[in-house]
T-cell receptor
Framework: GEDVEQSLFLSVREGDSSVINCTYT??????LYWYKQEPGAGLQLLTY?????DMKQDQRLTVLLNKKDKHLSLRIADTQTGDSAIYFC???????????FGAGTRLAVHP | EPEVTQTPSHQVTQMGQEVILRCVPI?????FYWYRQILGQKVEFLVS????????KSEIFDDQFSVERPDGSNFTLKIRSTKLEDSAMYFC??????????????FGPGTRLTVL
């Protein structure tokens, strides 16, 4: 079955890099996404990666995809207090348009 | 920048009542979605809609739920007879397409539904 798992909590110091990890079970994923949710707000699409790519970089964000291990990560360079939020990993599986979400990782950035 | 909007931001209703949640997707998008997030749980897919019909639905989306695009801009989710367990944040999303650069689903801010 389809399942997406994330660790629930990550705490980092301001200025350090954050790495948020995600694993998924369905090998027929086509796209994998990272969404950000700030308190009381909706889901903001940060970035996505197509399943035939290994890496995608977008300013401070780097996405790494290991298809063999079904592992996705999001690295945030120079983490700022404004990056404090819940980060959701999601996948889209071949033949479907629905997104399957993980439970979200709460990132806390402290001085 | 275009965005998905949803109204109301918070809806309180009595069990058994009908509710309609409203969404205005991004104007040139063709695919529309509803998701929900029960407090403390994962975001779950409910339904997708394309070309004026449902293209996918989950097992959550039973006969109590319906969707409609009543005009060229609105996309609605109706719950006919609400139950306590329908209390959740409901997110609307839209996308221009389903592959390539158009695959991105953009989400609205959500409607928090509270069933008493």
């Amino acid at each position: 079955g389809e399942d997406v798992e994330q660790s629930l909590f990550l705490s980092v110091r301001e200025g350090d890099s954050s790495v948020i990890n995600c694993t998924y079970t369905d090998s027929s994923s086509t796209y994998l996404y990272w969404y950000k949710q700030e308190p009381g707000a909706g889901l903001q699409l940060l970035t996505y990666i197509f399943s035939n790519m290994d890496m995608k970089q977008d300013q401070r964000l780097t996405v790494l995809l290991n298809k063999k291990d079904k592992h996705l990560s999001l690295r945030i360079a120079d983490t700022q207090t404004g990056d404090s939020a819940i980060y959701f990993c999601a996948e889209k599986v071949w033949g479907y348009n629905k997104l399957i979400f993980g439970a979200g990782t709460r990132l806390a950035v402290h001085p | 920048e275009p965005e998905v909007t949803q109204t109301p931001s918070h809806q309180v209703t009595q069990m058994g009542q009908e509710v309609i949640l409203r969404c205005v997707p991004i104007s040139n998008h063709l695919y529309f979605y509803w998701y929900r997030q029960i407090l403390g749980q994962k975001v779950e897919f409910l339904v997708s809609f394309y070309n004026n019909e449902i293209s996918e639905k989950s097992e959550i989306f039973d006969d109590q739920f319906s969707v409609e695009r009543p005009d060229g801009s609105n996309f609605t989710l109706k719950i006919r007879s609400t139950k306590l367990e329908d209390s959740a944040m409901y997110f609307c999303a839209s996308s221009a397409g389903t592959s390539g650069e158009d695959n991105e689903q953009f989400f609205g801010p959500g409607t928090r539904l509270t069933v008493l």
